[in-house]
């Protein structure tokens, strides 16, 4: 008799009402905004649980964008880019709007074809702190940026070195045409 009732306390999944999709703990979700002209929030599911009026609920752990957290939305942060929160909160499971996926920086950069649901964090975010970690990430280019994947780069064939189209004076267009590319650097 108790299996049954802790079973329904705790549910081991969450259907979405018109898709039928399958939530569970460990799937990232997109959740409604407060106001319709926002973007859906992205959390990722860690519990799942019946309240004591029969509401199912979901323990979440919040994805910040970078605007959402202090310093704001710099040049090299992508348009998809998440930060994993320790901010942890519970929302009705009716918020859900549906599921998405955050991955790690280096699978979204393998990505063909970026899809609607596709999202991707490299940067964790301490909510009560405002801190960031990591401090210091990879730099690339004559600008000494970190990588954005939304901005083509193209690499020296002899120092391997990546640099933006843009900061060598060069179209996007031009760039495609090339076969082979040496940075100024190791052609002098």
Known sequence: MSNTRNRKQNPDFYSLGGSGEIVRAGDCVLLKPSQPDKEPYVARVQKIKTDTRGKVMVT??????PEEASGGRRKFHGAKELFLSDHYDTQSAKTIEGKCIVHSFEEYTKIEHVGAADYYSRFEYKARTKKITPVRVPVYCKCEMPYNPDYLMMQCDDCKGWFHPHCL???IAEAKQLNNY???KCSS
């Open 60 to 65: 979440v752990r919040w994805y910040y964008r």
């Open 169 to 171: 004076k060069m179209t």
């Open 182 to 184: 040496v940075c100024d």
